[in-house]
T-cell receptor, first 119, second 116 residues
């Protein structure tokens, strides 16, 4: 079974600074997807960024980028020029492709990192 | 277009009562998932639907939990004889369900269930 570990329960950073959230995972699969979701106080889970394991290039979405280290099974999220609206819980998630429901596997989540942006 | 919607937004019930939680996926999405988020925990998978069938219901914690989906659209999660440990936020997600393609799950706002 896959596991996802987020070792930082809480983090805080001044606005406009850069912050990196850590995520490690354990799997025996070679092909899979990784995601970062954001959950603000409204409870709505919002996709921040995703990474296909077969791609060596790290995914980027505006101020958000990842450092994907497949051999180390590490998938960290970097938020540049942080803004007050980035305050939220951030969840790292894994989706394998081995099951019969190819492409429709469940997500396995970490326990989240609560990020606070300080004005 | 409209996203995933869930109702009710909040539900308070007494121990032993039955509750029904509803999820309306994004139009055209054939895959639907239910997750549970307990206080201070990550999200725990409950059940997955492809169309009206549930190929994976491995996450349902007990036989008090059941779910159905009709017309390939709306899904209902039913908890019978609720217990205090059932208190959590229940999140629904949907995806397009096209096998072999990268699948992003889009989440609803959740139903917060409190069992007194």
């Amino acid at each position: 079974a896959q596991t996802v570990t987020q070792s930082q329960p809480e983090m805080s950073v001044q606005d406009a600074e850069t912050v990196t959230l850590s995520c490690t995972y354990d799997t025996s699969e070679n092909n899979y997807y990784l995601f970062w979701y954001k959950q603000p106080p409204s409870r709505q889970m919002i996709l921040v960024i995703r990474q296909e394991a077969y791609k060596q290039q790290n995914a980027t979405e505006n101020r958000f980028s990842v450092n994907f280290q497949k051999a180390a099974k590490s998938f960290s999220l970097k938020i540049s020029d942080s803004q007050l609206g980035d305050t939220a819980m951030y969840f790292c998630a894994f989706k394998g492709l081995r099951g019969s429901n190819f492409g429709n596997e469940k997500l396995t989540f970490g326990t989240g990192t609560r990020l606070t942006i300080i004005p | 277009g409209a996203g995933v919607s869930q109702s009710p937004s909040n539900k308070v019930t007494e121990k032993g009562k039955d509750v029904e939680l509803r999820c309306d996926p994004i139009s055209g999405h054939t895959a639907l998932y239910w997750y549970r988020q307990s206080l201070g925990q990550g999200l725990e998978f409950l059940i997955y639907f492809q169309g009206n069938s549930a190929p994976d219901k491995s996450g349902l914690p007990s036989d008090r939990f059941s779910a159905e989906r009709t017309g390939g659209s709306v899904s209902t999660l039913t908890i019978q004889r609720t217990q205090q440990e059932d208190s959590a936020v229940y999140l629904c997600a949907s995806s397009s369900g096209l096998a072999g393609r990268q699948e992003t799950q889009y989440f609803g706002p959740g139903t917060r269930l409190l069992v007194l």
